[in-house]
């Protein structure tokens, strides 16, 4: 890719607005917030149109010159695919039928590879040898594949309940991988200690800038997919540590700069479980940050996130599109995951179906319209998850008897 040029110019701390060099690694600013990546969008403007954003192959590398990736040899790539859209034409609930952005076919089967495709190639770009997360298991698995890659040794910290496929594909990449009695803040503060006596970079969610540039691209694709200038109304986004709905919304922002997209942004709905949903009640009562949700589970283990360093920039999000954030239980998610697949033959993981879970509960509540233009987040695929057993069988011994098997008697 000759024509590669990133137009990234600083690094700005999100909560002081202080800026910082893009040319050295960054973990969090001083003040101990994320940074985010700035970039010269005028030159942007002036040097790349839509057309030419068009005229690429369909993937995450498209964007480049709004990402912050400096040279082409320096990202890492499994063919990050633009995740195709699918209408769920027979399980909408008598509204236009709801869009899912189907995220389960990235690598690694989750959308964690955009942002650890991001974070990596960045890393790589810096020489960084060694690297360390706390992982419910999609964040580690995407970490690893991307590390092994290009040779980065990589170590996982995972809550003892992480579900098994996590912990074994991460084995298998090749990472370093510990189940940890502990939740998933006790696995970060084993990263953090870390760094100093193990000499690794620390990936945790929102404390190097460069993931949130890789799930921005989410709001790229889907303008891009929509035609530009005619967004989704609401977009269902399943939240945990909140970097893809904190980069959608700053993807919104840079294309509204650049002229790429015009009209009203879509409104953000930020969806948890309700057995862990400290967003939700911070949204609730009005306040800017969310306090740690105590005894946090749920069977959606990608948003089993009781804090969120980001919840600020989540909140704000939310409230300036206009959306609100919603908690639904985990029998509401395991009785979506099973009408939209028998009704339409998609497989949701628990966090995707969680999504479609807020999307019925906010028809019934009319907190949205049934001629909105719906966007559910599928984040993971929902193969990786378990399934209820289904364990008929026939004996080829004896006569079939199509009649009770067609009653489903045997
Ligand atoms: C990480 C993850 C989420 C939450 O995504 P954030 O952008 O960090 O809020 C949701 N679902 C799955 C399957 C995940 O792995």
């Not at 020489?127 to 991307?146: D, F, L």
């Not at 696995?187 to 993931?211: H, M, N, Q």
């Not at 378990?386 to 006569?399: E, N, V, Y």
């Amino acid at each position: 890719m000759s024509d590669w040029r990133s137009y990234a110019t600083h690094l700005e701390c999100s909560a002081t607005g202080d800026t910082f060099p893009i040319d050295r690694l960054q973990g969090l600013s001083p003040a101990g917030k994320p940074l985010l990546v700035r970039y010269d969008l005028d030159a942007v403007k002036k040097n790349v149109s839509r057309d030419t954003i068009l005229a690429r192959s369909a993937d995450m590398w498209r964007w480049r010159e709004l990402l912050p990736v400096r040279e082409a040899r320096h990202a890492i790539s499994l063919g990050e695919i633009e995740t195709p859209l699918i209408a769920l034409e027979r399980s909408k609930h008598g509204s236009a039928a709801p869009i899912v952005k189907d995220e389960g076919r990235l690598p690694t089967g989750s959308f964690k590879a955009r942002g650890l495709c991001m974070a990596m190639s960045m890393a790589h770009g810096f020489g960084v040898k060694r690297v360390a997360i706390p992982t419910n298991g999609n964040a580690g698995a995407a970490m690893v594949a991307y590390a092994s890659r290009v040779g980065i040794e990589s170590f996982c910290f995972c809550p003892e309940d992480t579900p098994e496929v996590n912990v074994r594909e991460i084995a298998l990449q090749g990472g370093r991988v510990w189940r940890v009695n502990g939740l998933i803040n006790d696995c970060g503060k084993i990263v953090r200690e870390g760094v100093e006596a193990a000499g690794w970079f620390d990936i945790s969610t929102l404390k190097e800038p460069y993931r949130i540039e890789g799930k921005k691209t989410m709001g790229l694709e889907l303008a891009l997919q929509f035609g530009f200038d005619n967004l989704p109304d609401v977009v269902f986004y399943p939240t945990g540590g909140g970097t893809g709905l904190i980069g959608m919304w700053k993807a919104w922002q840079e294309m509204q700069q650049l002229g790429w997209i015009k009209g009203k942004l879509p409104r953000l709905v930020a969806v948890q479980a309700d057995t862990c949903a400290p967003i939700v009640k911070a949204y609730d009562e009005g306040k800017t940050h969310a306090e740690l949700w105590p005894n946090a589970h749920t069977i959606a283990s990608g948003i089993r996130v009781p804090a969120a360093l980001g919840d600020f920039l989540i909140l704000d999000a939310v409230r300036k599109s206009g959306g609100f954030a919603a908690a639904v239980s985990d029998k509401q998610i395991e009785a979506a995951v099973t009408r939209v697949a028998q009704e339409d033959g998609l497989l949701l993981c628990p966090e995707g179906a969680a999504t479609y879970a807020a999307y019925a509960d906010a028809l019934a509540q009319k907190k949205i319209a049934p001629t909105d233009k719906v966007v559910l987040f599928n984040c993971a695929s929902g193969l990786k998850y378990p399934m209820p057993p289904a364990d008929a069988r026939l004996d080829i011994t004896k006569p079939i008897d199509y009649a009770a098997l067609l009653a489903g008697r045997i």
